[in-house]
């Protein structure tokens, strides 16, 4: 039996909807799963490597250093009974002055939640690097005990030692006398004691020295926060105390990886992302950009570690020190670097020039003083590393008496766009490109920037100016939203139900052609053609379902924004109702009590146990389980059944794909924010709503009656003295070419075939 062509039709609508939901699904779980196998044990690196200063900054500026001690001495602290600082090398023998100073370092800023300060800023002895960077107005929970931490120092034991990384640590400076060959001087510290004094809070000195006790390099570090300010000043300077010239090289890292999001949904969204400026002669506005040559997720920045043997000829893997800038694609474009940042989901760090955005009329600077950007890898064991980056400087001439700066900005705070671009340096740096509203992958290039930007002020409009409920704002978005796309939904839905039905009528006379001419199969094709020409159907009604991938990326979009809005962050529905009415101490004090989080009906306060593809289960989540019942009323009392009869196998594939929009659908969204299972429930709801009312709409005027829609074609060719539909446009040039095609093919099987 030949397969009803209207049970095809609603099979094809049916399937163009899974893929639109599945997209959108798998873009946010792609994430879940590692770009590469799992790397193999490695050995520990014995800790005489750890304390060599030379590791913790390469000479020679290669991108992969040749051995695995290389690779993971970029930011090693030695144990408490490591040696003492290396000693002085063959020439003048230089060294940094140890500090006995002891105990710990005094806090900058402030994490007073109801300050104006933002920041707070512990330190850590090694390398005068940042211990833990607070952000006062953000927490981890909705609880509001504990502030987010976008830095922090990572510490790994192993073998008897300790391994660091330190956020914005001193590392070494590479100095060349005029005349002399060039030394490395660590600056990390070590069992001997510390290498900077602090001499005021946040404000450190260390001295170089030669091995006569004379002062060489005197270098000090000042870190600085403001009021109502996401900024950290990091003022740096070499002061040569010679008589002699010298070429220096500074060493510090830069930032490291924030941490792993909480949330199971859409994977780990950390990121690697770098502005730079084009040559002044193809921009001499100066205004930084980014392309993805210089966007690089967590996955592909971390790679794959490689083997190598260690000092005692035992086999080991390390991560190479894989380069970031400069690149071919930097070098061959003269490209200069402007800034570069680690991001998660909802915050970044990021580190930028110092400059006046009214001394360079709007545009930005160079970050000048870094030559090279490293990549660095702190190896805890698969699924415990830590990336940072490590800045080293060009060769910088100092004068006798002279400075050399290697100062810089530090951006640290929310991934919103409005706060980023409050402040005037970062709205020159447009810094506000590190906030990305797309689940990138296959999707990601039909997520337009425009798109997105208006859902974003449309949303935070509502909230603002009307409402002030997330909740609240999210579901009349939906109502906007699909207002304004009603026309095309429409009209999308009317042609592929009138083309449905004619094809449905002419189902018959089509059977008994395929009966007579089904041993040739060219005589069945004219014969077809010439059918549907005398039915008046149109090949072009088929394209009916176009106009309706036309609406996937402003939905996509809409999804990425719900996702990625730092705005909604431990923001509560409907005003805290439930906050209100059950006390915190309960297990239904989550319900809706944060839109980033799911809405955890019933919250457990731990994870239970983890489901594959779902994640870990620690609390029953509604809004889910309401998504699978309104797909089930959907399918069930609001699809039309075909009339047409079908065949077991076809009535198998429509119950499979019914049950997997049922279930599998709102069981991969178990685990999603709040926010996006509101939109999904509520925009089902609307699309229930809207179908039924555009079926009534073509009931009350008729626009299913297979003999006027045939009327009509014919009163339309007699009044234009052609077939269309339509007053042209877009759809009307589509149908006009699929007729004219139609109009070939007739001509083409009516010609005589030439016999053999």
Same mark, same amino acid.
């Given at each position: 039996?030949?397969?009803?062509?209207?049970?095809?039709? !609603?099979?094809?609508?049916?399937?163009?909807?899974?893929?639109?939901?599945?997209?959108?699904?798998?873009?946010?779980? !792609?994430?879940?799963?590692?770009?590469?196998?799992?790397?193999?044990?490695?050995?520990?690196?014995?800790?005489?490597?750890?304390?060599?200063?030379? $590791?913790?900054?390469?000479?020679?500026?290669? =991108?992969?250093?040749?051995? =695995?001690?290389?690779?993971?001495?970029?930011?090693?602290?030695?144990?408490? $009974?490591?040696?003492?600082?290396? =000693?002085?090398?063959?020439?003048?023998?230089?060294?940094?002055?140890?500090?006995?100073?002891?105990?710990?370092?005094?806090?900058?800023?402030?994490?007073?939640?109801?300050?104006?300060?933002?920041?707070?800023?512990?330190?850590?002895?090694?390398?005068?690097?940042?211990?833990? #960077?607070?952000?006062?107005?953000?927490?981890?929970?909705?609880?509001?005990?504990?502030?987010?931490?976008?830095?922090?120092?990572?510490?790994?034991?192993?073998?008897?030692?300790?391994?660091?990384?330190?956020?914005?640590?001193?590392?070494a400076v590479e100095i060349t006398p005029e005349g002399g060959? &060039?030394?490395?001087?660590?600056?990390?510290?070590?069992?001997?004691?510390?290498?900077?004094?602090?001499?005021?809070?946040?404000?450190?000195?260390?001295?170089?020295?030669?091995?006569?006790?004379?002062?060489?390099?005197?270098?000090?570090?000042?870190?600085?926060?403001?009021?109502?300010?996401?900024?950290?000043?990091?003022?740096?300077?070499?002061?040569?105390?010679?008589?002699?010239?010298?070429?220096?090289?500074?060493?510090?890292?830069?930032?490291?990886?924030?941490?792993?999001?909480?949330?199971?949904? %859409? %994977?780990?969204?950390?990121?690697?992302?770098?502005?730079?400026?084009?040559?002044?002669?193809?921009?001499?506005?100066?205004?930084?950009?980014?392309?993805?040559?210089?966007?690089?997720?967590?996955?592909? #920045?971390?790679?794959?570690?490689?083997?190598?043997?260690?000092?005692?000829?035992?086999?080991?893997?390390?991560?190479?020190?894989?380069?970031?800038?400069?690149?071919?694609?930097?070098?061959?474009?003269?490209?200069?670097?402007?800034?570069?940042?680690?991001?998660?989901?909802?915050?970044?760090?990021?580190?930028?020039?110092?400059?006046?955005?009214?001394?360079?009329?709007?545009?930005?600077?160079?970050?000048?003083?870094?030559?090279?950007?490293?990549?660095?890898?702190?190896?805890?064991?698969?699924?415990?590393?830590?990336?940072?980056? !490590?800045?080293?400087?060009?060769?910088?001439?100092?004068? &006798? %008496?002279?400075?050399?700066?290697?100062?810089?900005?530090?951006?640290? %705070?929310?991934?919103?766009? @409005?706060?980023?671009?409050?402040?005037?340096?970062?709205?020159?740096?447009?810094?506000?490109?590190? +906030?990305?509203?797309n689940f990138g992958g296959p999707c990601g290039w039909c997520?337009?920037?425009?798109?997105?930007?208006? #859902?974003?002020?449309?949303?935070?409009?509502?909230?603002?100016?009307?409402?002030?409920?997330?909740?609240?704002?999210?579901?009349?978005?939906?109502?906007? +939203?699909?207002?304004?796309?009603?026309?095309?939904?429409?009209?999308?839905?009317?042609?592929?139900?009138?083309?449905?039905?004619?094809?449905?009528?002419?189902?018959?006379?089509?059977?008994?052609?395929?009966? @007579?001419?089904?041993?040739? &199969?060219?005589?069945? /094709?004219?014969?077809?053609?010439?059918?549907?020409?005398?039915?008046?159907?149109?090949?072009?009604?088929?394209?009916?379902?176009?106009?309706?991938?036309?609406?996937?990326?402003?939905?996509?979009?809409?999804?990425?924004?719900?996702?990625?809005?730092?705005?909604?962050?431990?923001?509560?529905?409907?005003?805290?109702?439930?906050?209100?009415?059950?006390?915190?101490?309960?297990?239904?004090?989550?319900?809706?009590?944060?839109? =980033?989080?799911?809405?955890?009906?019933?919250?457990?306060?731990?994870?239970?146990?983890?489901?594959?593809?779902?994640?870990?289960?620690?609390?029953?989540?509604?809004?889910?389980?309401?998504?699978?019942?309104?797909?089930?009323?959907?399918?069930?009392?609001?699809?039309?059944?075909?009339?047409? &009869?079908?065949?077991?196998?076809?009535?198998?594939?429509?119950?499979?794909?019914?049950?997997?929009?049922?279930?599998?659908?709102?069981?991969?969204?178990?685990?999603?924010?709040?926010?996006?299972?509101?939109?999904? $429930?509520?925009?089902?709801?609307?699309?229930? +709503?809207?179908?039924?009312?555009?079926?009534?709409?073509?009931?009350?005027?008729?626009?299913?009656?297979?003999? @006027?829609? @045939?009327?009509?074609?014919?009163?339309? $060719?007699?009044?234009? *003295?052609?077939?269309?539909?339509?007053? *042209?446009?877009?759809?009307?040039? #589509?149908?006009?070419?699929? /007729?004219?095609?139609?109009? /070939?093919?007739?001509?083409?099987?009516?010609?005589?075939?030439?016999? !053999?």
């Amino acid at each position: 039996m030949p397969k009803p062509t209207n049970t095809g039709r !609603r099979i094809l609508v049916t399937l163009i909807a899974l893929a639109v939901g599945g997209l959108i699904v798998y873009t946010t779980l !792609r994430g879940t799963t590692p770009s590469s196998p799992p790397p193999p044990p490695i050995a520990q690196v014995p800790s005489s490597v750890a304390t060599e200063p030379a $590791a913790a900054a390469p000479l020679s500026g290669e =991108a992969a250093p040749k051995d =695995a001690a290389q690779a993971t001495a970029a930011a090693s602290t030695p144990p408490p $009974a490591a040696p003492s600082a290396p =000693a002085a090398s063959a020439g003048t023998g230089y060294r940094a002055r140890v500090d006995g100073a002891t105990g710990d370092l005094a806090e900058i800023g402030s994490t007073d939640a109801k300050g104006k300060v933002r920041l707070g800023i512990e330190f850590a002895s090694s390398g005068a690097g940042v211990k833990a #960077l607070r952000l006062a107005h953000h927490f981890q929970t909705i609880e509001e005990k504990e502030h987010v931490r976008v830095q922090r120092q990572h510490d790994i034991a192993r073998g008897g030692q300790v391994e660091s990384l330190v956020p914005f640590a001193a590392l070494a400076v590479e100095i060349t006398p005029e005349g002399g060959k &060039p030394e490395f001087v660590a600056l990390f510290g070590d069992a001997a004691g510390r290498v900077w004094r602090q001499t005021a809070p946040g404000a450190f000195e260390a001295v170089i020295e030669d091995d006569q006790g004379r002062d060489v390099l005197v270098l000090t570090r000042r870190f600085s926060v403001a009021e109502d300010s996401s900024q950290i000043k990091v003022e740096q300077a070499m002061m040569n105390a010679t008589g002699t010239p010298l070429t220096v090289r500074w060493f510090q890292t830069g930032p490291v990886d924030l941490d792993l999001d909480a949330a199971a949904y %859409g %994977g780990d969204r950390r990121h690697l992302r770098i502005g730079h400026l084009l040559p002044v002669a193809r921009d001499p506005q100066r205004i930084p950009v980014t392309m993805g040559a210089f966007d690089k997720a967590h996955a592909t #920045l971390l790679s794959q570690r490689f083997g190598a043997t260690d000092a005692t000829g035992a086999a080991t893997f390390a991560y190479r020190d894989f380069t970031q800038w400069p690149t071919p694609e930097s070098e061959q474009g003269g490209l200069e670097l402007s800034w570069l940042a680690f991001n998660n989901r909802y915050f970044g760090v990021a580190v930028h020039p110092l400059f006046d955005p009214i001394a360079t009329k709007g545009g930005a600077a160079p970050l000048s003083w870094v030559g090279q950007v490293d990549r660095v890898v702190l190896d805890g064991g698969d699924g415990a590393q830590v990336i940072g980056l !490590r800045l080293a400087s060009r060769p910088l001439a100092v004068a &006798p %008496g002279g400075k050399a700066d290697v100062s810089h900005g530090v951006f640290a %705070g929310p991934l919103a766009r @409005k706060e980023i671009s409050s402040e005037p340096v970062y709205k020159a740096m447009r810094l506000k490109d590190i +906030v990305v509203y797309n689940f990138g992958g296959p999707c990601g290039w039909c997520t337009f920037e425009s798109i997105t930007s208006l #859902l974003l002020w449309i949303m935070r409009s509502l909230h603002d100016r009307v409402f002030g409920d997330w909740a609240l704002s999210i579901i009349v978005l939906v109502v906007i +939203v699909r207002t304004c796309l009603h026309p095309l939904t429409r009209w999308t839905q009317i042609k592929m139900a009138r083309f449905g039905k004619q094809m449905q009528a002419m189902q018959p006379k089509q059977k008994i052609l395929q009966e @007579k001419y089904g041993s040739d &199969p060219a005589k069945l /094709q004219a014969e077809t053609t010439k059918l549907w020409r005398e039915e008046g159907i149109s090949p072009a009604g088929f394209l009916g379902c176009l106009p309706a991938f036309a609406q996937t990326p402003v939905w996509i979009a809409l999804s990425g924004v719900l996702f990625f809005a730092v705005e909604l962050r431990h923001q509560n529905a409907f005003y805290g109702v439930f906050q209100s009415v059950f006390p915190s101490g309960s297990m239904f004090w989550h319900f809706l009590g944060d839109m =980033a989080e799911p809405d955890r009906l019933i919250y457990f306060g731990r994870e239970l146990f983890n489901i594959p593809l779902i994640g870990p289960f620690s609390s029953v989540n509604l809004l889910p389980l309401i998504l699978g019942v309104m797909y089930y009323l959907q399918q069930t009392y609001f699809t039309p059944q075909t009339t047409a &009869p079908t065949t077991p196998e076809q009535e198998m594939q429509m119950k499979i794909m019914k049950y997997m929009t049922i279930f599998l659908f709102p069981l991969l969204m178990y685990n999603a924010p709040a926010g996006l299972s509101l939109y999904f $429930a509520v925009n089902t709801t609307l699309a229930i +709503v809207e179908s039924k009312w555009i079926r009534s709409y073509m009931e009350r005027h008729d626009m299913l009656n297979v003999d @006027k829609m @045939k009327a009509e074609r014919q009163a339309r $060719a007699a009044a234009k *003295g052609k077939a269309t539909s339509g007053q *042209g446009g877009l759809l009307a040039a #589509l149908e006009r070419y699929a /007729q004219e095609k139609q109009k /070939q093919t007739e001509r083409h099987f009516g010609q005589d075939r030439p016999k !053999r």
